[in-house]
């Protein structure tokens, strides 16, 4: 029997390649943006990351694309006021969205925020998969499951990226699984299939990198 949300297997060497020269080439901070109406053209494949506050969001997309500081990571949490656009190439972007959970924010800069990432998810045609960070230490929280509720009323399928896997016991890893796919069964815009990664060791890199490649 198979379990519900596996793990993606890891590629074959040729998509590992194909992907790892995608992102070896020319990446870069485009724009950030604060309204709808200041979006790049929607003329490429993009994927956005969604995750709460210190969850490796950063962290990930600077491993990805092999620049450290690419995407600003910050001690502060709730400081990514903006929609981050980065340029992979001429075909595809990078989308850092806020993170969420901040307990420190103003009600009314939430507000706005939740108003844009709405928008932005809802009416964002080129979106071709939202990836949700969940930190493998601590499994869904309820602000996890808020933004995967967001994503399943704004019709873009969002994939499970589990973070900071080299830093969780193996005991605990079991019952942390069991627990975030319980989570991901009860929306019907998961992805079916889990990424598991370590920016700091490197680990699921190259399958996350693939999976970005291959999408159209």
């Given at each position: 029997m198979q379990l519900p949300f596996p793990m993606v297997e890891e590629p074959d060497a040729e998509t590992l390649e194909a992907a790892r020269k995608l992102f070896a080439g020319e990446t870069d901070f485009l724009k950030g943006v604060v309204k709808m109406d200041g979006l790049p053209p929607a003329d490429r494949v993009e994927v956005c990351f969604a995750g709460r506050s210190n969850v490796g969001k950063s962290s990930l997309i600077n491993a990805l694309?092999?620049?450290k500081a690419l995407a600003r990571a910050s001690n502060t949490p709730g400081r990514t006021q903006e929609i981050n656009f980065f340029t992979v190439g001429q075909?595809?972007?990078l989308v850092d969205l806020p993170g969420y959970?901040?307990?420190n924010a103003p009600v009314a800069i939430v507000e706005k925020w939740?108003?844009?990432l709405k928008q932005y998810l809802s009416g964002r045609q080129t979106l071709r998969r939202a990836f949700v960070l969940i930190d493998s230490r601590h499994g869904v929280k309820k602000v996890d499951e808020e933004i995967m509720k967001l994503l399943d009323t704004s019709a873009v399928t969002f994939q499970c990226?589990?973070?900071?896997?080299?830093k969780i016991k193996e005991a605990e890893r079991e019952p942390m699984l069991k627990q975030v796919r319980a989570a991901l069964s009860r929306h019907p815009a998961a992805f079916p299939e889990i990424i598991s990664t370590s920016s700091e060791k490197g680990w699921g890199i190259g399958t996350l990198r693939?999976?970005?490649?291959?999408l159209e």
């Open positions: 694309t092999g620049r075909a595809h972007y959970g901040y307990a939740q108003k844009l990226v589990l973070t900071k896997e080299d693939s999976v970005i490649a291959n």
